[in-house]
């Protein structure tokens, strides 16, 4: 058997090679975007997991690709978090209708 382990948490520097920006980039970054919490071991150390790489990845994409200013890339995520929320409460609510869909036919 061949089950691949995957890494849960990343350094700070792994995470600034990824996105090819300073460390000192993401540190900033903590402090303008509230939605990005790494968690710290008892030294201080950040600990990255795939969530924070991925919205890092977005607040990149934003700010350095696009061109948004802090402000513009935090209302942009904003928007992309309501539109995830969105679609997840729309999947939830069609599972459950179909759900009660398969109720009611094995009552009939």
């Known amino acids: ?15 600034s090679a990824l996105i090819n920006e300073a460390p000192s980039l993401i540190r900033f970054w903590e402090k303008e975007f509230t939605q990005l919490k790494p968690a710290k071991t008892p030294k201080g150390t950040r600990k990255y997991n795939e969530k924070d790489i991925e919205l890092i990845q977005q607040i990149h ?15 942009a995520l904003k928007n992309i978090n309501k539109k995830e929320k969105k679609a997840e409460i729309i999947a939830q609510l069609t599972a459950i209708r179909n ?3 398969q109720l009611q036919n094995n009552i009939q």
């Not at 994409?61 to 209302?75: N, P, R, S």
């Open 1 to 15: 058997m061949t089950d691949e382990i995957k890494k849960q948490y990343f350094t700070i520097g792994e995470v």
């Open 61 to 75: 994409y934003l700010v350095k690709t696009k061109g948004y200013t802090l402000d513009g890339a935090k209302e």
């Open 99 to 101: 759900f009660l869909l």
